[in-house]
């Protein structure tokens, strides 16, 4: 089954339309697709409300294409580990991630809260920060233990080529299921998750894709 469940469009900091990153989708033989524009409190991000209609406007073209097109939003997490979403009713998926954390010990303080929030269904591009990101076994222990129990899936975001193998197989032994994610914000990088899925390949067997 070939997914991308992280996608952006024109309507947060993308380039390209939601149709047009469908036909993207759909013309390079994807079978399912989960549009994820940035949530309040990002820069560009759009409302609860906006990503309700892209999910309106979802239900509209899925009739004329295969692939299975879902709609949700890649909610901020606050170096507080507050999700900034008031609602996810009505979204098929919540990503959750930590944008420009000053360091490793309020990323891990946040996500560590942030995770056990009932509205987030997968922890996205876990350990990005600006600057070198360093591991800290201890949290990252923590952080496996609370998604498996919190049933929060892993991103496998082939951008930006995270998390480590490391960590995903402290995942993979837990239990904790994985999303697969371009982070595209162009039709030319839909589908675009080669170190995904060999990633996924590699570390999970291919068993244990989160489907919501
Ligand atoms: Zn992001
Ligand atoms: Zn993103």
Redesign the pocket.
Known sequence: MKVDM?L?TSKSDGRDSLHNMVEAAESKGLDLIAI?D?GPGHGSGITEQQALETKKEAERLQPNYRVKILAGI?AEILPTGEVLLESREGLDIVLA?FHGAPSEEVYYRAVLRAVTDPKVDVL??HAWISGRFAPIAQYDDDLVELMATHDVAIELNSKHALPSWDFLQKCKDRGVKYTIGS?AHKVADVGSVAWARNTARHIFKDEGLFMP
Do not use: F, V
């Open positions: 992280h952006h994820t940035h890649e991630s996205a591009h982070d």
